[in-house]
């Protein structure tokens, strides 16, 4: 149904009430855009999760773009949700923002190298600059570790929305 054909009615919020997915996106889109009831973000955020707790696809690409605007640590959770059931505008959009995920986390690694790698030709014979240089090369070899690691963790999860999906989960 096209949003200029939607409108909010009784009929519908009683299907949405009732545990409708459609109807709860239909109602979360009424109070998005205004149509036959005040224009209510918050309301309409509620609506869109109730849809996208259902596995409603388009539900979850909207809940992601609401989440995103609004600053909200959950959008790439509904965003790898929808990729995974199915959306072509969030599998776009996915695919975009791993990829920069993804060089965004190469960047950090290539310096963490370059330092680690530099500290393994100095060789003081100061026993206090000795343990000084011991500690940053722990401190390097963690960071590159990380760095590498969330590299990984780009990669995979652009060839699996699923892997996407889980590590967004993951991040508090």
Request: aromatic share 12%; net charge positive; proline share 2%.
């Amino acid at each position: 149904m096209e949003n200029q054909k939607l409108a909010f009615s009784e009929e519908l919020l009683q299907l949405a009430e009732g545990g409708d997915p459609q109807a709860q996106y239909q109602v979360a889109v009424c109070y998005q855009n205004g149509l036959g009831v005040t224009s209510n973000m918050a309301k309409a955020e509620e609506w869109y999760l109730k849809a996208a707790n259902q596995a409603h696809t388009d539900a979850q690409y909207a809940l992601f773009l609401c989440y995103l605007n609004s600053g909200n640590k959950e959008a790439d959770k509904w965003l790898a949700a929808a990729t995974v059931n199915g959306s072509k505008d969030a599998k776009k959009r996915y695919l975009a923002r791993r990829f920069t995920g993804l060089i965004g986390s190469l960047i950090p690694l290539a310096i963490n190298i370059f330092f680690f790698m530099g500290l393994t030709y100095l060789s003081p014979t100061n026993g206090f600059l000795k343990f000084g240089l011991f500690v940053l090369k722990i401190i390097f070899s963690v960071s590159v570790l990380k760095a590498g690691l969330q590299t990984i963790g780009y990669l995979l999860s652009l060839f699996s929305p699923s892997i996407g999906l889980y590590l967004s989960s993951k991040k508090k």
